[in-house]
């Protein structure tokens, strides 16, 4: 019966991974296939690409009714949750409600399915094994919503840090072609609109930010807290000095996108030395037990069959 278990456990395991595998695979084929098709067609993509958090919030007013049972009383917590799903991209007025129910709807299906699943497995003597799959899927369910946030920040930072250097050229290029640092912003934001969507988003935000009236310090640094990566509070750094020194702009990013090149390179450096180690492992984990098992299993299964001869009664 444990071995059923096990082997049950096993196989839901695989097949789980297996979907996650294949969903991301799909998705990230259909998203590159779409960017292609962008910069190729150019005139065939939207004026503006849709928010990031209108996925998470479908419609206010379904969880509008729960509201004071999904929004944490903590306001410390309640900030820590907020700052969370912006830097996921999702900064719909109700993205944290929706995120408590969101999780609280994943984790009460996955308690669901977990019941059925291993309900038939209880009426057996053994029952700790079912008892204790059912807490790791509910445990896993409980969390999905969580590690699905820490994905997609995860990737929003990556795809900022990659598009950031040709940005930063481009930005130069408009400034040194006469534009101020405000319309070398929103020129950006629509030339990279196709090339780096995330970061295209992040700095329109900026210029309606400036439009509105915002100062440019405060606008640079929520674009900072926004992102929470070091390249960018770095360059926010450096522009805020450029202004209260006097220095030219375009001198200072001409010099800070130098050293983000130079930065880029060291980063795919390390990743290419990083990748003979990466396949070492890999060929270790996935190599020697199999042949440890080929070449000892034989003669392990030959002494454990004479052990339990010798103990019922036999002769080695």
């Not at 294949?22 to 960017?35: C, I, M, T």
């Not at 912003?185 to 969507?197: K, L, M």
Request: positive net charge; charged residues 20%; hydrophobic residues 55%.
């Amino acid at each position: 019966m444990a071995i059923t278990v096990l082997t049950i456990l096993v196989a839901l395991a695989l097949a789980g991974a297996a979907i996650a595998f294949l969903y991301s695979g799909v998705n990230q084929y259909f998203a590159q296939s779409s960017r292609f098709s962008r910069r190729l067609h150019p005139s065939a993509s939207p004026v503006a690409s849709a928010a990031p958090d209108s996925k998470l919030v479908p419609d206010d007013s379904v969880i509008d009714s729960v509201e004071r049972y999904l929004t944490p009383k903590d306001p410390k917590q309640l900030s820590k949750l907020r700052k969370r799903l912006m830097l996921a991209g999702y900064r719909n007025p109700s993205a944290v409600k929706a995120f408590v129910a969101w999780k609280w709807g994943i984790a009460i299906a996955g308690l669901f399915i977990s019941s059925i699943l291993f309900s038939a497995m209880m009426a057996g003597a053994n029952t700790l094994l079912p008892i204790a799959g059912m807490g790791i899927v509910v445990l896993i369910s409980y969390f999905a919503a969580d590690m699905w946030v820490l994905r997609n920040i995860a990737y929003r930072q990556m795809d900022i840090e990659k598009a950031f250097p040709d940005a930063l050229d481009l930005m130069l290029v408009c400034i040194e072609a006469g534009h101020g640092l405000d319309q070398a912003i929103h020129r950006v934001a629509q030339e990279i609109r196709n090339a780096a969507p995330v970061l295209s988003e992040e700095l329109t935000l900026v210029v309606n930010e400036l439009r509105a009236g915002k100062m440019r310090d405060r606008v640079l640094a929520d674009f900072a807290a926004r992102t929470n990566i070091s390249d960018v509070a770095a360059f926010v750094t450096v522009i805020k000095q450029a202004d209260q020194f006097g220095v030219s702009i375009a001198d200072t990013l001409r010099v800070y996108a130098r050293e983000m090149r130079n930065k880029r390179y060291i980063r795919a450096e390390e990743k290419a030395n990083m990748m003979p180690i990466k396949l070492a492992i890999g060929a270790i984990a996935f190599t020697v037990p199999p042949v440890i098992v080929i070449l000892i299993g034989p003669s392990i299964i030959l002494i454990l069959r004479e052990m339990m001869k010798a103990a019922s009664g036999g002769a080695f």
